[in-house]
């Protein structure tokens, strides 16, 4: 089977760094240390509010990285002129509220569809590849195979939120949404909320070419490190493989 990839989400290692206003802990060195411990990717989302990542930490890691970036953004303008300007590797494009506490559902591109139109096919033309997060369901995939984009990524929040018989309802959600987006050609990438405990039947499903991890790894580096938490993720995923 293809290799699944990791992208690591460094977005909590600004958390921190922000709680006091210092450079410490740094997202560029952990996003090193990650691709070190076998990330294939690094992933970031600059929030209109600027709680965790920062301008600055986008154009370091732009300049710094040897590996992808996948931009996390909202569609707005001022975000859209900000990927223009740097030419990620990948932008993931996400719903965004400023009250919520994360990312909660997945981005309506059906509903949507008009709006999105113009920014896909802008991000598209300086060469980003172009995702979209939604939730498993089969009409998003159909409205973001119809705007064309090569990339999904399914919101997995819900799967690992879930409890007793509603996980595997979720489960069979994000199973069925990840064969008809690879059946539509879409790429097909997961995240958000994943753990040792959830990691492995995501990691199991062939259409899943690429996983996005954060929270849960900045929380695991407090017992056992970074480098650690990256390592043993990397190898339950390969091991469901
Ligand atoms: N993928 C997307 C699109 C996200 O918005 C997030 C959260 O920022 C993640 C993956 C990573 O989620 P978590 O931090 O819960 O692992």
Not at 105 to 123: C, E, I, N
Not at 201 to 224: M, Q
């Amino acid at each position: 089977m293809n290799k699944l990839r990791l992208g690591v989400n460094i977005d909590h290692v600004a958390t921190i760094r922000n709680a006091r206003g210092g450079p410490h802990p740094d997202p560029v060195r952990a996003a090193f240390l990650a691709v070190q411990a076998g990330a294939d990717g690094i992933t970031a989302h600059l929030r209109e509010d600027r709680r965790h990542i920062s301008d600055a930490d986008i154009e370091a890691l732009v300049h710094r990285l040897n590996v992808p970036l996948n931009l996390e953004m909202a569609a707005t303008e001022e975000m859209l002129s900000i990927a223009l300007a740097h030419k990620p590797h990948a932008v993931c494009m996400v719903p965004e509220k400023r009250e919520e506490i994360t990312t909660e559902g997945g981005l309506d591109v059906a509903g949507l569809f008009d709006s999105l139109k113009p920014y896909v096919t802008r991000l598209k033309a300086v060469g980003s590849r172009v995702s979209l997060f939604i939730d498993p369901d089969e009409d998003q995939l159909r409205a973001a195979k119809e705007l064309a984009v090569p990339v999904c990524e399914l919101h997995t929040g819900a799967y690992c939120d879930a409890e007793g018989a509603d996980r595997a309802l979720q489960f069979a959600r994000i199973e069925r949404a990840a064969a008809i987006g690879h059946g539509l050609g879409i790429e097909m990438h997961a995240g958000h909320g994943l753990s040792f405990e959830t990691v492995g039947d995501v990691a199991a499903l062939p259409e899943i070419a690429e996983l996005n991890i954060g929270h849960f790894l900045v929380g695991e580096a407090i017992f056992v490190g970074f480098e650690s938490a990256i390592r043993e993720m990397r190898h339950l995923m390969d091991e469901a493989r």
